[in-house]
Every structure is written in structure tokens, then in C-alpha cells.
């Protein structure tokens, strides 16, 4: 698979399957982040491995889901992650501006996923005093955000979006549609903006 059709392939995963990810994989995923563009090489983030089966429930509890459709798009039993790695921030390196190397570094890890055959959904939705609290984190780090993971158990699509509307939904088959801008409508040659 080349690294565009990764791209493509790609998609939030909100139904998994539940067999474990060995641990070389999941650590895999954050040795491909670790080499992303930093912003003056600085590499301020720290990743956190949430694997122990104790805590999957409790972090779980941290999170929400699919806002455009809720509940409709909830991991159900039986179909929750089985994984998760949390994003730190280092404030120690970096207090501010850490966006844009956090953007590089997961989408790093999410396309290595979908190399590895598994399935991600990216949270910025989650009560993060309340994994500060589970983990016992130190102060000096933020939390950023946190990724679920686990083996696909839905096949979502992405389509152009119709009528401006860059809503998801869910069909009558239950499959989740992923509506993205037209390439024609973003992108520009030189001085033809509109
Ligand atoms: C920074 C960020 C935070 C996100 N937070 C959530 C979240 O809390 N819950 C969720 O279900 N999806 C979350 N998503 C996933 C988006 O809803 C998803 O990327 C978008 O609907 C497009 O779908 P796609 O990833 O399949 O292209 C987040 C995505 C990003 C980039």
C-alpha cells in the first residue's frame, strides 16, 4: 500500500474488534510519531501506553464520541477500544504553539496503524483531569489528547460532501459516511483564488 493509499484508507474507528494489540506494535505506532516534523526539532511529546485491561473501562469513561450523531456512533459492548495512547506535552520544553507538532507526530501514528491493520479513532473530546487522576501524571506535563485504538470492526467511507455539508451520518446499513471537501473547491493555482 502506497503512503497516499494509506491516507485514503484511513478512517475514525469507532467499533472494535477485541483482540489484543501486542505491545511491539503499539510501541511501533509511537516510534513513527517520535520522527515527525518538530518545530525546532524541539519534540516536546511524551506518549503513554494504556494496555493494562484495568483501565480500559475507567479511560473509557473519559471519553466521547461522534458529537454530529450521538449516541449513534458510541463503541457499544463488546466493541470498545482495546488500546489507547495519550499525547503529553512536556511543558518543560514547550509550554505553547505544540498544535501543529502534536498534528504531525499522530497523523504519523494513525497512517502506521492502518499499515499495521488497526483501527484509530483521535480524541480531543476527554475529561482530562480525570486521566491526569487515573494515570497519576505529573504536573508538568498536558494532556493533549488521546488515541483509541484496536482492530477495525466497521469499514466507514469517505465521500465528497454534497449541499456544503460536512456532516457524517450513518446510513440504513448502519455504515458511517465521511463526507470531505471537493479538491476542486480548496485547492488554488497561483493568483486564482475565489
Ligand atoms: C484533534 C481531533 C480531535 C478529535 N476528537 C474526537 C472526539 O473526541 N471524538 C470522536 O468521536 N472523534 C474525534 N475526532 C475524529 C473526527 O471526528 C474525525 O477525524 C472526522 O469526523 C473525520 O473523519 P475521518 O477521521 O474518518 O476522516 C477528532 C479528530 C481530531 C483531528
Same mark, same amino acid.
Given at each position: 500500500?502506497?503512503?497516499?493509499?494509506?491516507?485514503? $484508507?484511513?478512517r475514525?474507528i469507532r467499533s472494535?474488534? %477485541?483482540? &489484543?494489540? %501486542?505491545?511491539? $506494535?503499539?510501541?511501533?505506532?509511537?516510534?513513527? &510519531?517520535?520522527?515527525?516534523?518538530? &518545530?525546532? =526539532?524541539?519534540?516536546?511529546?511524551?506518549?503513554?501506553?494504556?494496555?493494562?485491561? $484495568?483501565?480500559?473501562?475507567?479511560?473509557?469513561?473519559?471519553?466521547?464520541?461522534?458529537?454530529?450523531i450521538?449516541?449513534a456512533a458510541?463503541?457499544?459492548? @463488546?466493541?470498545?477500544?482495546?488500546?489507547?495512547? /495519550?499525547?503529553?506535552?512536556?511543558?518543560?520544553? +514547550?509550554?505553547?504553539?505544540?498544535?501543529?507538532?502534536?498534528?504531525?507526530?499522530?497523523? =504519523?501514528? /494513525?497512517?502506521?496503524?492502518?499499515?499495521?491493520? /488497526? @483501527?484509530? &479513532?483521535?480524541?480531543?473530546?476527554?475529561?482530562?483531569?480525570?486521566? +491526569?487522576?487515573?494515570? =497519576?501524571?505529573?504536573? +508538568?506535563?498536558?494532556?493533549?489528547?488521546?488515541?483509541?485504538? @484496536?482492530?477495525p470492526g466497521e469499514n466507514p467511507v469517505i465521500e465528497?460532501?454534497?449541499?456544503?455539508?460536512?456532516?457524517y451520518y450513518k446510513d440504513e446499513n448502519n455504515v458511517l459516511h465521511v463526507? +470531505?471537501?471537493?479538491?476542486?473547491?480548496?485547492?488554488?493555482?497561483? =493568483?486564482?483564488?475565489?
Amino acid at each position: 500500500m502506497s503512503i497516499f493509499q494509506t491516507i485514503f $484508507k484511513r478512517r475514525t474507528i469507532r467499533s472494535f474488534k %477485541q483482540d &489484543a494489540i %501486542q505491545p511491539e $506494535k503499539l510501541k511501533k505506532l509511537v516510534d513513527a &510519531a517520535r520522527v515527525a516534523p518538530q &518545530a525546532a =526539532n524541539l519534540q516536546p511529546l511524551k506518549y503513554v501506553i494504556i494496555n493494562d485491561e $484495568k483501565l480500559l473501562e475507567p479511560i473509557f469513561k473519559t471519553t466521547a464520541w461522534a458529537g454530529y450523531i450521538r449516541p449513534a456512533a458510541d463503541p457499544q459492548e @463488546g466493541q470498545k477500544p482495546v488500546a489507547y495512547i /495519550l499525547i503529553l506535552v512536556d511543558s518543560e520544553i +514547550k509550554k505553547e504553539g505544540y498544535d501543529v507538532d502534536a498534528g504531525a507526530a499522530v497523523e =504519523n501514528l /494513525l497512517l502506521t496503524a492502518v499499515e499495521e491493520g /488497526l @483501527g484509530t &479513532a483521535w480524541l480531543g473530546a476527554i475529561d482530562r483531569k480525570k486521566i +491526569k487522576e487515573l494515570l =497519576n501524571i505529573p504536573d +508538568k506535563y498536558i494532556i493533549h489528547t488521546l488515541v483509541a485504538l @484496536g482492530y477495525p470492526g466497521e469499514n466507514p467511507v469517505i465521500e465528497d460532501e454534497k449541499d456544503n455539508s460536512i456532516r457524517y451520518y450513518k446510513d440504513e446499513n448502519n455504515v458511517l459516511h465521511v463526507p +470531505k471537501r471537493k479538491l476542486e473547491d480548496i485547492v488554488f493555482f497561483n =493568483n486564482k483564488i475565489v
